[in-house]
C-alpha cells in the first residue's frame, strides 16, 4: 500500500516513516523543510495548505503527525483537519490524523481528561487546539477518517513491539499509567492500517516503559 506521512520529520511522523518501512509499505514523506533528507522513501516538499487533491491521489491512506505547540499556531489543528477533509472526502483513501489525548473519556458521565480538575493548565491550549482537530472529524460518514488519541505521557522511549487499543476512555497500563512511546504508537498506527478496526472511529494506545 502507498501511504503518504504528513510531517515525517517530527517525532511521531519520523517514528511512524520508520515503522511504515519495516512493515514495508510504501511511504511518501509530505515535509515543509527543505532540509528534511531521506533516501528511503519518497519525499514532497509542501506546506499542509499548499496539497492538493491531485497530491494525495492514488494513495491508501494518508498519515497526518502535525503537530502547533504555541498559541499562535493552536488554530491551525482545526485548519489542518479541514483542509484534509475537503481534499480526501468522497475518496478511499484512509485519513489518520494524530491528535491528543485531552477528548478521551475518564467516566460514564462524558468527562473528558481535559475537563478534570487536576488537568495541568499548561496544557490545556494544545489540548483545546487538538479537540478541534478530533470534532472536525468525529461524526463525518463521507471520510474514512480515523483519529488516534495518544496516551496522556506521549514520550520518547524504546520500541516494545507491544501496545494495548482502548476506544473513546483513557485506559492505563500495568503501573496505573497513562503513557506510550512514540515508537509503539507508530506501531499501533501502521498495525491498524491492515486490521481496519477504527475506519471512523477513535482509539488510543497505552504501553509499558522499557
Do not use: C
Not at 517530527?10 to 515535509?31: F, M
Not at 520500541?159 to 512514540?182: A, F, H, P, Q
Amino acid at each position: 500500500m502507498k501511504i503518504a506521512i504528513i510531517g515525517a520529520n517530527g517525532k511521531s511522523g519520523t517514528n511512524l516513516v520508520n515503522e511504515a518501512l519495516r512493515q514495508d509499505y510504501d511511504v511518501t514523506a509530505i515535509v515543509r523543510n527543505k532540509e528534511y533528507k531521506n533516501d528511503n522513501v519518497k519525499v514532497i516538499y509542501k506546506d499542509i495548505f499548499d496539497l492538493t487533491k491531485s497530491d494525495l491521489a492514488g494513495f491508501g491512506a494518508v498519515i497526518s503527525a502535525f503537530a502547533a505547540w504555541t498559541p499562535e499556531t493552536f488554530p491551525l489543528h482545526k485548519k489542518v483537519a479541514a483542509h484534509l477533509v475537503n481534499l480526501l472526502e468522497g475518496t478511499s483513501t484512509r485519513l489518520i490524523v494524530v491528535g491528543g489525548a485531552g477528548t478521551l473519556f475518564v467516566d460514564d458521565n462524558g468527562t473528558m481528561v481535559m475537563d478534570t480538575p487536576d488537568f495541568p493548565a499548561a496544557y490545556m491550549g494544545v489540548a483545546k487546539a487538538t479537540a478541534e482537530s478530533y470534532f472536525e472529524l468525529k461524526g463525518r460518514s463521507d471520510l474514512l477518517w480515523t483519529y488516534v488519541s495518544p496516551a496522556g505521557n506521549y514520550a520518547n522511549g524504546a520500541r516494545t513491539g507491544k501496545y494495548v487499543l482502548g476506544g473513546d476512555n483513557l485506559i492505563l497500563n500495568s503501573k496505573n499509567e497513562s503513557y506510550i512511546s512514540y515508537a509503539d504508537l507508530a506501531l499501533a498506527i501502521i498495525d491498524e492500517l491492515k486490521n481496519k478496526k477504527f475506519i471512523q472511529k477513535r482509539f488510543t494506545v497505552v504501553g509499558e516503559r522499557a
